[in-house]
């Protein structure tokens, strides 16, 4: 028996317990659903040391993991709707100093909200870029204290409200600096050249580009006539297609017109008949281009291409004009057919 006041009290206490437990026991009240949210981890090579450091924090937090290497022959995109679609609150991209967070919208597969966090290659911050994408996690998929869960919760559905579910992509645009060999149908030989290219996107897998080569050194034709010392610029450009200029390796095509420029400098062997010719010749031409790239940092790639292409009315290469004629001594032609080899650097912008 409970005596006085103060057992009063304590009898009250025990009926508002058993009013609470029985109000949690009762069938009408929605049962509070497992939390733990999972999140896909996917990363160029097994042993990323980056995917390794956010691994691990997030299973400090409480998050359900599942690690998986990214597959070359599938877009990425296909590969986060996949990860959703199976399950994923969230997808994490890692690549060595670079993050790419995809979080689900709210009660589907689609995509809701995109981040990129990024750290200088050199920078030594990995593991600072490891905890700022686990704390980008942990606010978009509400892994905070027990008294701001339903806040929390309410604030991120008005969110995904106002922001587009798929953002647009960013438009790509690169330069890249290459040399190597052009050779020449018709004679002409093969000299060494640089070049410089610009490109950039226009829609979807078209894309544009503008080129520049420069010759590095001659090709000296001779035979019984004389010599001729050759060299040729090329100028222009033309249409991209690029399909997916995102993976680590792609491959790409185009197609256009140059303006071509041809110098040649003829000596004669018999001087007292002949004088030397030298002259610049412009030409329009068509090319075809073929390209291999394989990115080695977020911005930076190693490129190969193949380039062949025609010259129309392709130039003489003479090595003299007979004295008082207009007669020429020629030794071949440039251009009628012409490819070239190039490797280089890519930037990315």
Same mark, same amino acid.
């Given at each position: ?9 304590? *009898? ?9 437990? @029985? *109000? ?9 659903? +497992?939390? $733990? ?17 956010? +691994?691990?924090?997030?299973?400090s937090?409480?998050v ?6 990214? @597959? ?9 709707? *996949? ?59 509400g ?20 922001v ?22 018709g ?6 050249? *640089? ?53 680590? @390796? ?10 071509t ?8 062997? +018999? ?27 977020a ?8 380039? @062949?292409?025609?010259v ?16 020429t $001594?020629?030794?071949? $032609? ?16």
């Amino acid at each position: 028996m409970i005596r006085g006041r103060g057992g009063i009290q304590v *009898a009250v206490a025990f009926v508002l317990l058993a009013a609470a437990a @029985a *109000a949690r026991a009762s069938p009408d009240l929605p049962e509070v659903p +497992d939390g $733990t949210p999972r999140v896909a981890l996917l990363s160029a090579v097994p042993n990323d040391p980056l995917a390794g450091r956010i +691994d691990a924090e997030l299973r400090s937090v409480g998050v359900d993991v599942s690690r998986a290497a990214i @597959a070359p022959a599938m877009a990425i995109e296909e590969q986060v709707r *996949a990860a959703f679609g199976a399950g994923a609150r969230a997808v994490v991209v890692a690549d060595g100093q670079r993050t790419d967070v995809w979080i689900a919208q709210v009660g589907s597969d689609r995509i809701g909200l995109r981040q990129e966090l990024e750290v200088a290659e050199t920078s030594g911050l990995q593991a600072v870029l490891a905890l700022r994408t686990v704390e980008f996690l942990r606010i978009s998929l509400g892994l905070v204290s027990e008294p701001n869960l339903v806040q929390l919760a309410a604030v991120r559905a008005t969110v995904a409200s106002t922001v587009p579910l798929e953002p647009a992509p960013k438009r790509w645009m690169t330069i890249d600096a290459s040399s190597g060999v052009l050779a020449s149908a018709g004679g002409g030989g093969a000299i060494a050249i *640089a070049g410089v290219s610009l490109r950039g996107q226009l829609w979807k897998i078209l894309g544009a580009e503008l080129c520049f080569y420069a010759p590095l050194t001659e090709v000296p034709l001779t035979n019984a006539d004389g010599e001729a010392r050759t060299s040729a610029w090329l100028a222009g450009g033309g249409l991209v297609i690029a399909p997916r200029p995102d993976d680590r @390796a792609s491959v790409e095509v185009a197609a256009g017109a140059l303006a071509t420029l041809i110098r040649s400098d003829g000596s004669p062997a +018999d001087s007292t008949t002949s004088i030397g010719a030298t002259s610049w010749r412009l030409r329009a031409a068509l090319y075809g281009r073929g390209a291999a790239r394989l990115r080695l940092a977020a911005r930076l790639s190693l490129r190969l291409e193949l380039m @062949a292409g025609t010259v129309i009315n392709p130039p003489a290469i003479n090595t003299g004009v007979w004295r008082g004629m207009s007669v020429t $001594t020629q030794l071949a $032609t440039w251009g009628a057919g012409f490819a070239a080899g190039l490797g280089g650097a890519e930037l990315r912008f």
